[in-house]
């Protein structure tokens, strides 16, 4: 959930756009407004997790409210997007989290993508354990000491290994290759999608009970569920270069933007904005939190971030 390392995980259920581990590939259908001679359209990809919808809620809003385009969204997986991206499909990607071959081939090589900027959020991958396991057992929280807990950890889906909960498996993850690597004495299980893990997670944390699970800042649910991360080896440069052999920790990662080239030239008022559009991580978890967890609509969310930010969003204008 989406680094050379990683990615994230999948979605949230009940929003107002399509989403979940289990949807369609959406590179292949092109929005129904693309190409509209003379109308205002944009066309954004939407993630399947929800501080990537965050960032799709709120540009939609003020893209319709502010500058009077009207918006499509195509929610595409992570590498997908990037070929959707550069034939012209979407327009913009809002949040990536590292994919550094695409970016070589269609920023550098094809040019037919541009980059766009820092969202303004950086995101961290990594294993985490929850705050309350930490504190009953600290040196839980250095990884040369997990077999030490492997079997509070079991489950019926790990085979007699401690379990590592992961989350959807259309995501590019390390943690195969690092229990292996690492000779750890642990099995990675998916729960499927970020909805289901999360739902596996508050109930493990309801009942206080041990999991460690793959998990990544920022995160609305973790302002509901203390989590306290695993120290894995160093993050070095090129540490990952080789997803065989990774053998290290998820590194820090700035989250950009990225824009169809031909709208990064042509695309008006529209483009520059979704230049500009950079906020926080608190923002992002703001609206983060309304929808995953006040169970607002995405719409509705995005109005009231909107309404009480405009100190924020009127920069984007200028």
């Not at 354990?129 to 930490?134: D, F, M, S």
């Not at 030490?148 to 290759?177: C, H, I």
């Not at 997670?201 to 203390?226: C, G, N, R």
Request: aromatic residues 10%; hydrophobic residues 40%.
């Amino acid at each position: 959930m989406r680094i050379r390392t990683t990615a994230l995980v999948a979605a949230i259920a009940a929003l107002g756009l399509t989403t979940g581990c289990g949807a369609a590939d959406m590179t292949k259908q092109a929005s129904p407004f693309a190409g509209a001679q003379g109308s205002k359209t944009v066309t954004l990809s939407v993630q399947s997790w929800v501080g990537a919808q965050s960032n799709v809620a709120v540009a939609q809003y003020i893209l319709e409210h502010q500058l009077g385009y009207r918006v499509d969204t195509v929610q595409v997986d992570e590498v997908p997007a990037w070929d959707a991206l550069s034939q012209g499909r979407v327009d913009a990607l809002l949040e990536d989290w590292g994919h550094p071959d695409q970016e070589k081939r269609y920023v550098e090589d094809k040019k037919t993508i541009a980059d766009a900027g820092e969202l303004g959020v950086t995101g961290h991958i990594g294993w985490f354990v929850p705050t309350y396991l930490a504190e009953q057992h600290p040196d839980i929280t250095d990884w040369r000491n997990l077999d030490k807990y492997a079997s509070l950890f079991r489950t019926a889906e790990s085979g007699g290994k401690g379990q590592l909960m992961d989350g959807s498996p259309s995501y590019v993850t390390n943690d195969k290759a690092l229990v292996a690597n690492l000779k750890l004495d642990y099995q990675v299980v998916f729960a499927g999608s970020e909805a289901a893990q999360i739902t596996q997670m508050k109930q493990f944390a309801k009942e206080k009970k041990p999991f460690l699970t793959y998990w990544y800042t920022p995160q609305w649910l973790s302002e509901k569920v203390p989590m306290t991360e695993v120290k894995l080896p160093p993050y070095k440069e090129g540490c990952d270069a080789d997803p065989a052999k990774v053998a290290c920790a998820y590194p820090h990662t700035p989250l950009k933007k990225f824009l169809n080239a031909r709208f990064a030239r042509s695309g008006g008022k529209a483009a520059a904005f979704l230049k500009k559009f950079r906020w926080t991580t608190e923002d992002q978890n703001e609206v983060s939190l309304m929808i995953a967890d006040q169970k607002l609509s995405p719409q509705d969310a995005a109005r009231k971030w909107v309404d009480g930010h405009p100190e924020v969003w009127k920069r984007w204008l200028s």
